[in-house]
T-cell receptor, first 114, second 116 residues
């Protein structure tokens, strides 16, 4: 079945460092891809999304490109801040069905130190 | 309301008790999803409603789990005869239409269930 694999954490970085969180997926159809973020004490919220191959999603300085050839959707940010400390979830929504459920990875904890 | 709300936020149950978890989606949202998130894991899909119709319940782990949305707005997830393995955070999400895979799902804060 469809699945998402993302790098295990925690990822610990100093402020202004470059961030990459790897995400790869397995899907039989043409999924949409998402990154959700969960800040401490808050609910899941959408960070960015891409709906077809070669699309780039971006928000708050974060970017991810939908790569069909490598089945990847890696999250990047050029310069992280302490306020970016959170758990990041990669997810896909399978195409072609009546249910637009999300299939999530296990999450990656990011800790940014001042 | 402004966002998805869930109640209670925390629930402690003794093994064997029945529990009911409530979700108030964003007003006017057609689609409603329930997910289960075990500690240290990503959320896992349980069930999906489009208005009052339960179109997908493939993720419900057993027949002890039951969900309803009788008037197409508020939804209740009921767990009968709770077991320790049911301990998790239960998340509710809604989306405006739900017919397009790229549509954003808005999540509530979750109900943390602990079964002793």
């Amino acid at each position: 079945g469809d699945s998402v694999t993302q790098m295990e954490g925690p990822v610990t970085l100093s402020e202004e460092a470059f961030l990459t969180i790897n995400c790869t997926y397995t899907a039989t159809g043409y999924p949409s891809l998402f990154w959700y973020v969960q800040y401490p004490g808050e609910g899941l919220q959408l960070l960015l999304k891409a709906t077809k191959a070669d699309d780039k999603g971006s928000n708050k300085g974060f970017e991810a490109t939908y790569r069909k050839e490598t089945t990847s959707f890696h999250l990047e940010k050029g310069s992280v801040q302490v306020s970016d400390s959170a758990v990041y979830f990669c997810a896909l929504s399978p195409g072609g069905g009546a249910t637009n459920k999300l299939i999530f990875g296990t999450g990656t904890l990011l800790a940014v130190q001042p | 309301g402004a966002g998805v709300s869930q109640s209670p936020r925390y629930k402690v149950a003794k093994r064997g008790q029945d529990v009911a978890l409530r979700c108030d989606p964003i007003s006017g949202h057609v689609s409603l999803f329930w997910y289960q998130q075990a500690l240290g894991q990503g959320p896992e899909f349980l069930t999906y409603f489009q208005n009052e119709a339960q179109l997908d319940k493939s993720g419900l782990p057993s027949d002890r789990f039951f969900a309803e949305r009788p008037e197409g707005s508020v939804s209740t997830l009921k767990i009968q005869r709770t077991q320790q393995e049911d301990s998790a955070v239960y998340l509710c999400a809604s989306s405006l239409l739900g017919l397009a895979t790229q549509e954003t799902q808005y999540f509530g804060p979750g109900t943390r269930l602990l079964v002793l």
